[in-house]
């Protein structure tokens, strides 16, 4: 018999037809593929980040020569501050510390011009408001370049200043440029996992699972049939994110095309797994949808995305290897932003691959084994 | 005369602005102590008009009064129980009357003698403490009226309370309904069933929206009166003979009625004379009652052909060689609870095979099992020649299925869910376009290929889902209550068809509790209690069920419950003696 007979693929071509216009002329699902996607396009490319911006520094200037002058102006002037307050006493700094009127102080020592002047090591006191301790972290940061700078170009000759941090790969941490690559990880992710739960549950619900069982085609054609669509959709949205990415966001894409398209159908077919698995537990769509959120929110939070997956426990850490989205986040990011090769690809290519297949076995023997 | 309980004035209700009427133009009268009968198939707009009546929805035109009062405005004196009875399955028996006493603001005082009542009246007493969802279809549907009834009402609409539910429960229903009418309680009754319109004292017969008739249900049959004959003792088959009678001009309506026909006659044609039927030198004819689906069939004056366009060009089954559908022993166990217990039977080739029974009796289980969809625990069997064990695609490959409430893909037109379901089974190429073309020649399907298979009218679902069912020309069907809720015309075309496929050696396997449908039936196995109580013709069960209650000329149903009535006995007496 030849690999494939001319029913067999009549038998394929037909279910994958199907499965696509069931899918798109559906309008809930034709909305579920396109609108969450482009929504959450704009609204993490926008609306999150992690710097921060437009907040306000206290002062509490007890020098007021040249250097320390210099150092309030350009503090000022930077466009991450929204204003500076002048502070007359430590209690007025520690009561707009408490209204959150300001979130880091700077007490200028009396002795700082001097210092500077003299090329001697000078020191500022910074007071932070730790209710907010990550955004006052990276004020931190902030303050500290800025005083550096004004150390460095006060000294004619190079002092040793502490160190001076250079940024690999995203010199300036523009934020967007993570945020986007991770979307595609992201909103492949809630697009995959929903659409492929949704497909066997909507059938058994509709009472035509049935009638799918009764006819001759194989389960891994009903299968391969079912993944179609969001196999199909996570193309779509991933090339519209790779194009949006660039043009509008303006983030580089380093790496290579071929790579990023092999990677993503990969990472599709290990979602679709998991979908799938959902899917052929659940007998309604209710449930496919509740199991889908059980299953979502988890793989993102421990893709690393939200934080990094070295900060967690070792027993998170190990959990997270089951998480599809952990691994494409190293390649996504790499691809866009480090030009990653083939080689330092794989060991997070291959875990996809096994995940992959694991789920999508399981899912065929359950789909079998729920005939009874 | 006393004022109607519930009344409606040429109400017309639309769902979408364009949309055909729900309901057109369409008046009722439900008078007190007594049951009104709203009697259409599916679609015709029973549940709007309750839901009219009910205030729940509201009219695009016309008039509605309910005790006198725009409906809503007496709603505690309304006992309304809709379709899939509105039970809370997680909460008792108990649980769900405690809850709509409730809500129906029954005081508190009243409650314990009520439930009392209640329960006494629809004998759950004893289950008082079972959740609903884990009662029987009767028990279910007993507990939704007891809970309509949690204050006594003066009006009681009930949609559809008989659907689904077997012959025994349905009378208990009857007679449970009848003793409140007797207490001046004004019924609205919906059903599907045309056999059960007799049994009211005034009907409305809906179809797609519009009153066909209105009135004492004699009055409807009176159309016909000493049109209906019987048809007995004739040459041939009787598939045969029906399709060939249908053929004449003078005959409007035939029916199989076990080894017997049901004949109806033209309004002006001239007495039958048996000679000249061609039906051979015994056939004798015979006065016949008419009977309310007669009359509905006589007002619609549709004719179904009687031929059919699918079996002239359908695969001759092979014959011979063994049954086409064969079990032996099948059990089927879930956990400790067994739901079809030792079953035998066998289809031959050129035989429809009919699975009677309550509902959770074991007919579907064991339909699942023989075509494929479910793992007996014991048993073997097999379907056009192939075993179970080594069943799998190729045995699929030669059976036809057709499911309960035409699963077909409704987001999908018409010519995709015919594309697709050609692809499925393996045919490809212009193969599978002629076989395509051919379908929706014969099933008339033109003008709908654009359109969405799940807003095609009925008749078209029905054609259709037999059009999918029958694309790869199967030696084997296998339909699951193929004609529940459709009307008496589309019925009639769906079982020629399938009388056609017979006379072309198919083998035919239905479920059904719908009686008209197990008439068609050569042989018919009475599921109970997970096994077969009793097979045979559809005349040898009435024959049976005759003698063990002295009954003369027992309906189908009569025997249906005879032959419960008697397993249940004999369970009694065994269990009395271990």
């Known amino acids: 018999m030849a690999l494939v007979s001319p029913r067999a693929f009549g038998r394929l071509l037909a279910i994958i037809v199907k499965e696509l216009r069931a899918t798109l002329r559906d309008p809930r699902s034709r909305i579920t593929l396109i609108v969450p996607p482009i929504l959450q396009l704009f609204l993490f490319g926008m609306a999150t980040t992690l710097e921060v911006k437009h907040f306000n520094v206290g002062i509490l200037d007890n020098a007021g020569g040249k250097a320390s002058t210099e150092f309030v102006q350009r503090l000022a002037g930077s466009p991450n501050v929204g204003r500076i307050v002048r502070l007359a006493s430590p209690a007025q700094l520690r009561s707009e510390i408490e209204s959150e009127g300001i979130i880091a102080a700077v007490v200028i020592d009396p002795r700082f011009d001097r210092d500077v002047a003299a090329g001697r090591p000078a020191s500022l006191g910074v007071i932070l408001d730790g209710r907010r301790s990550n955004a006052a972290q990276i004020v931190a940061g902030y303050i500290g370049v800025i005083a550096g700078s004004v150390g460095l170009e006060a000294r004619s000759a190079p002092v040793m200043m502490g160190s001076v941090v250079r940024n690999a790969f995203n010199p300036n941490l523009d934020y967007v440029w993570f945020t986007l690559p991770s979307l595609i990880m992201m ?75 092999l990677t993503l159908v990969i990472y599709l077919l290990s979602l679709m797994g998991v979908g799938m698995l959902v899917s052929t537990l659940a007998a309604t769509q209710q449930q496919a949808f509740l199991g889908v959120f059980l299953v979502t929110v988890p ?8 934080g990094p997956v070295d900060n967690m426990p070792p027993w998170l850490q190990t959990l997270s290897l089951a998480d599809p989205c952990r691994h494409y986040l190293v390649i996504v990011d790499g691809l866009f932003l480090k030009a990653m090769p083939w080689e330092a690809l794989w060991p997070s290519v291959m875990p996809l691959i096994i995940i992959g297949a694991v789920t999508l076995s399981a899912a065929s023997w359950l789909f079998r084994a729920r005939k009874e | 005369m006393t004022a109607p309980a519930a009344q409606a004035r040429s109400v017309t209700k639309r769902f979408a602005r364009g949309a055909a009427p729900a309901l057109d133009a369409v008046s009722l009268i439900v008078a007190t102590g007594q049951i009104t009968g709203l009697v259409g198939p599916d679609g015709a707009g029973k549940t709007t008009l309750i839901r009219v009546l009910a205030g729940l929805l509201r009219p695009e035109s016309g008039e509605v009064e309910a005790l006198g009062a725009a409906p809503g405005v007496r709603a505690e004196d309304v006992g309304y129980m809709p379709q899939r009875f509105g039970l809370y399955e997680d909460l008792s028996v108990l649980q769900n009357l405690n809850l709509y006493a409730e809500l129906r603001g029954l005081p508190p005082a009243e409650h314990a003698a009520t439930f009392e009542r209640l329960m006494h009246f629809t004998d759950l007493k004893r289950f008082q403490n079972r959740p609903a969802g884990k009662l029987s279809g009767g028990m279910k549907q007993k507990l939704g009226l007891a809970c309509a009834l949690v204050r006594t009402p003066r009006l009681l609409l009930l949609d559809e309370p008989s659907v689904g539910v077997d012959p025994v429960s349905r009378r208990e229903l009857w007679s449970m309904v009848g003793a409140l009418v007797g207490e001046g309680i004004g019924v609205l009754w919906s059903t599907a069933y045309l056999d059960e319109a007799e049994r009211c004292a005034s009907v409305c017969l809906l179809n797609e929206g519009k009153v066909l008739f209105s009135g004492p249900p004699v009055d409807l ?28 001009p003078d005959i409007t309506d035939a029916t199989i009625h076990g080894r017997s026909l049901i004949l109806v006659t033209a309004r002006d044609a001239p007495p039958l004379d048996p000679t000249s039927l061609g039906a051979g030198p015994r056939a004798r004819l015979s006065p016949a009652a008419p009977r309310f689906e ?7 004056d549709r004719k179904s052909s009687g031929t059919s366009a699918l079996a002239a060009t359908y695969a001759e089954a092979p014959r011979g060689g063994g049954p086409a559908i064969e079990a032996k022993a099948l059990t089927k166990r879930f956990g400790d609870f067994t739901a079809a217990e030792d079953i035998t039977l066998n289809v031959a080739p050129g035989e429809i095979f009919g699975l009677l029974g309550p509902n959770g009796a074991g007919k579907s289980t064991t339909f699942k099992m023989l075509c494929g969809l479910l793992t007996p625990t014991s048993g073997s069997g097999a379907v056009a020649g192939r075993g179970f064990a080594e069943a799998g ?6 059976l036809g299925y057709m499911a309960q409430k035409f699963s077909l893909y409704g987001d999908l037109s018409v010519a995709q869910n015919l594309a697709f379901f050609a692809g499925a089974y393996g045919l490809v190429g212009a193969r599978a376009r002629d076989r395509s073309r051919e379908l929706v020649e014969i099933f008339d399907l033109h003008r709908y290929l654009p359109v969405n298979a799940g807003t095609l009218p009925l008749g078209y679902k029905q054609r259709l889902a037999l059009a999918c069912a029958v ?17 008496p015309i589309i019925r009639r075309e769906f079982w020629s068809h399938i009388n056609g496929l017979v006379e ?11 009686m008209e449908e197990a008439e068609y039936c050569d042989r018919i196995a009475l599921v109970y209690r997970a096994r077969v109580i009793a097979t045979g013709a559809p005349d040898e069960l009435r024959a049976q069920a005759a003698r063990n209650t002295g009954r003369t000329d027992p309906t189908m149903e009569d025997a249906f419950v005879a032959l419960i009535e008697a397993a249940d006995r004999a369970r009694e007496a065994t269990d009395l003696a271990a």
């Open chain 2, 393 to 398: 695609p190729a045995a699929r490959a030669r």
């Open chain 2, 294 to 300: 007669d009359g509905f069939v006589d007002i619609l």
């Open chain 2, 221 to 248: 049959t009176a159309r016909v009166a000493g049109r209906v004959q019987r048809l007995d003792d004739f040459d041939g088959g009787s598939r045969a003979r029906l399709s060939e009678l249908l053929a004449r």
């Open chain 1, 187 to 261: 909103v492949g992710a809630v697009s995959a996992l929903t659409v492929t739960a949704q497909s066997v549950a909507r059938e058994r619900e509709l009472g035509t699972y049935e009638q799918l069982l009764v006819s001759p085609l194989r389960t891994h054609e009903i299968l391969i049939g079912k993944m179609a669509p969001p196999l199909i959709a996570g193309l779509f949205n991933g090339t519209v994110y790779l194009l949006v990415a660039q043009i509008v966001f303006g983030v580089p894409f380093a790496g290579s095309l071929p790579l990023f398209y």
């Open chain 2, 471 to 487: 694309m790869h020309e199967p030696p084997v069907l296998f339909l699951d209550e193929p004609t529940s809720g459709v009307d």
């Open chain 1, 299 to 306: 793989s993102v939070m421990l893709s690393g995305y939200a």
């Open chain 2, 504 to 514: 072309r050696g198919v083998a035919v396997l239905v479920t059904t509790h719908f």
